[in-house]
């Protein structure tokens, strides 16, 4: 019988439309990936920017599609990529209404890679040619912090021969006001910046001018004041009052050694919202001679009082955060913790040029910390010609780490098989390598081999030399377990979330080799630290632990830079250059970073015992 030929075009209509409606569309692909970009899911927003460019090269959200996978990669810390990206968007798209977006974005790249003159020639670009008024604004900023603290005088006069312009010359205005200001040379940084506005007062850089003019450098005299900005919410509480304590016993050792009065403690206590913890600052400052101020714990309050320091030309320390960017948004905010990127960076080239370790897997909560500290570590272990072969996320609330662990073994097999084809063929494609990878993987698993089905674990995974699992002492338990069962034998790596010697010593049978960094570490057998111990126990009536030591530490370091009748200006100066101080459980030192801490230990918990090697 002769099959009719409308059921053969009904049937092709069919299968075309069924393709069309399990294609996502352009507008779906773009809006999946801007909701994964949002959660902070970058890897995935990735993917889905780069599939919705792949399938839809001429579509209608091209360009913002290529901006926001321009973001995605500058996120995940590939900035080759955005790099790549940018210089291609602005040779296709001159008109685009995204250059705005597109060279700031790339001004900041320059900046995270240490170029700073090609980021500020970005960002200057957004200032002279672009739309957006608030990204303007920005770039503005960006630009005076990047010159006023990374350029040095022959850079500048560089960028005053390649660009003759007003926003330049404005900006090489502030920069020399505010060097004379450091000078104390009052009277000339006023009689310039008073000319400047007075010329251009609607200059993109007069309302920096008009903050420098409001500055006045008033002499501390009698008794100046250090004002902590104590946490009082649950959570914090604990921690606050500890540091507290510390800081109290500081200043009454400091107040004996002297024989004078010195210098006046306040504590403020701060609730849990933005605009309490701005009242407080602004409390202490108006109420007390301040010298400078310290604390609250919260990351965002602190970003915050960092604002606040930047406007009152007032030093501010930032006590337990590892956050990124106080320093940024404050010339005189100083962070006493390394921040992420410079603990990533630190154990990046430990693990690489001290370990030896050249193939490394990660294992990272999916947030600004986490992202931070993964990014700076892929930097650094790339940069040392080593390979870190996955990435696994996952989420702060997470108990079961089944997916990530299996990825990284799966891993581990594939660079085992790799490294050793390549070593008898070095010709073979990526391809050919991924393809005998399977059929190896089937082979060494198969039940014929074995003769029963194999649990995969019983087999070790060893491609991999070093695990970072980035954590926090309560994921100790859950994360070592699983970590042990999933046989992946490697040298397992940690930041200071690993630094709590009771949840490790509950779990060291599942801890063959842990190497972590910590910012603090003191040795409970050392003599300086049990005279401390004996000393503060006497006075304060407690035990110090490790949060009294901290304070302890904290106030002596800003203690040892004070002298008589010195302004906030000058405070800040002695405080920028401490050279080295070395604490009861912390050592400050501003080598990598302005005002950010760099120094770190390096500990090794292995057979239950916890060792400082470096």
Known sequence: MRKSPMRFTLLWIFIFTSIAFTQPSEDALFQQGLSAYQKKDYARAQTLFFKQLQSFPRGRLVTAGKLMLAKSYYKLGDYNAVTILCRDFFKRYPESQYLDDMHHLLGNTHFRQGKYVPAIEEWFWVVENGTDVRLK???????YQTASRYLSEPELQTLQRRYRSGVLNGLLTLLEA???????RRDRAVELLNKFLQEQPNHIYADQARLLLQFQQKPVSGNPTIVYLKSIFPDEEPVSEAIELGMRYALQEFKERKKAGGVDFVSIPVGESVLNTLQAAQQGVSNNNTLALVGPLDTDQCAAVALFSHYEQIPYVVPTSAAVGFTEISEFA???????????????????REMGLKTLAILAP???????FVHSFIEAVQANQAEVVTTQWYY??????????RAIRKKGFFVFYRDSIRQVDSTLSDEAIQKGFREWMDEKFSAKKFGAKVDSTQIPSTGIDGLLI??????????ASQFAFHNIQCTLLGNEGWNHLEALQKNKDYLPDLVFISAAYYDPQSWEYRQFVTRFRSRMKTTPELFHMLGYDLMTWMLEKYRPA???QEFASRLTNPGKY?????????????RINSHLFVLRFKLGQLLKVK
């Open 334 to 352: 100083f962070q006493l913790n390394p921040d992420a990127e410079t603990k990533g960076r630190f154990l990046g080239n430990y693990a690489t």
């Open 396 to 405: 702060e609330d997470t108990q079961d780490f089944t997916r990530q662990f």
């Open 582 to 594: 070395q604490g009861i459980v912390e050592n400050i030192e501003f080598r990598e970073k302005p």
């Open 137 to 143: 604004k920005i770039a503005a900023r960006y630009i």
């Open 566 to 568: 010195i302004t906030r």
């Open 366 to 372: 999916v947030s600004e910390y986490g992202e931070s």
């Open 470 to 479: 980035i954590t926090s002492p309560d994921l100790i338990p859950i994360i």
């Open 178 to 184: 505010r060097q004379l200001l450091e000078q104390g």
